[in-house]
T-cell receptor, first 115, second 115 residues
């Protein structure tokens, strides 16, 4: 079965520091991949999605960027973190690009606190 | 745009109590609807889904019915257990014609079940 490895589980970073969160996929190839974020009191908001290597779509303007250097690797980055970047970040995948009701699979998430 | 609204938590119940977590949505077209659950320390897992109006999704004693007339997908369980303590997310597929597998989530509802 397909799984996503996402790390670290928690992270505390100072304002202005860089960020790199990585997730890797096992058990499937050529998935769609997604980065979601949940800020306090809000729902999970889609930040980026990728349908293939080097293909990134951004959903909301922000201080973050994403990259997909390999089929099963999806990276979320920032050059300089802001306090407002604090939140819960979740990597997700979708194993088929066919019917939209195929099941997504998720990593465990990273709780980022910017201080 | 499409959106999902869930009842705010936390919801605290005694074991064997009846559970309802309300979820309503706004969407164009005919999205699929999902309930995801996140147990402490774990990633999101699909709990149940419904792909068209009047479908009932069910799993582990949980049920939800896709109500197009009321744009709702309320989660119910007749008798909760301590092991059901988790965060529950309602979501819909938001693909339009692009078939990208994007999901729109509610803000999540924390359920605490006490023995």
């Amino acid at each position: 079965s397909q799984t996503i490895h996402q790390w670290p589980a928690t992270l505390v970073q100072p304002v202005g520091s860089p960020l790199s969160l990585e997730c890797t996929v096992e058990g499937t190839s050529n998935p769609n991949l997604y980065w979601y974020r949940q800020a306090a009191g809000r729902g999970l908001q889609l930040l980026f999605y990728s349908v293939g290597i080097g293909q990134i779509s951004s959903e909301v303007p922000q201080n973050l960027s994403a990259s997909r250097p390999q089929d099963r690797q999806f990276i979320l980055s920032s050059k300089k973190l802001l306090l407002s970047d604090s939140g819960f970040y979740l990597c997700a995948g979708l194993k088929d690009r066919g019917p939209v009701n195929t099941e997504a699979f998720f990593g465990q998430g990273t709780r980022l606190t910017v201080v | 745009g499409n959106s999902v609204t869930q009842m705010e938590g936390p919801v605290t119940l005694s074991e064997e109590a009846f559970l309802t977590i309300n979820c309503t949505y706004t969407a164009t077209g005919y999205p699929s609807l999902f309930w995801y659950v996140q147990y402490p320390g774990e990633g999101l897992q699909l709990l149940l889904k419904a792909t068209k109006a009047d479908d009932k999704g069910s799993n582990k004693g949980f049920e939800a019915t896709y109500r197009k007339e009321t744009t709702s997908f309320h989660l119910e369980k007749g008798s909760v257990q301590v092991s059901d303590s988790a965060v529950y997310f309602c979501a819909l597929s938001d693909d339009g014609s692009s078939n990208t597998g994007k999901l729109i989530f509610g803000q999540g509802t924390t359920l605490q079940v006490k023995p």
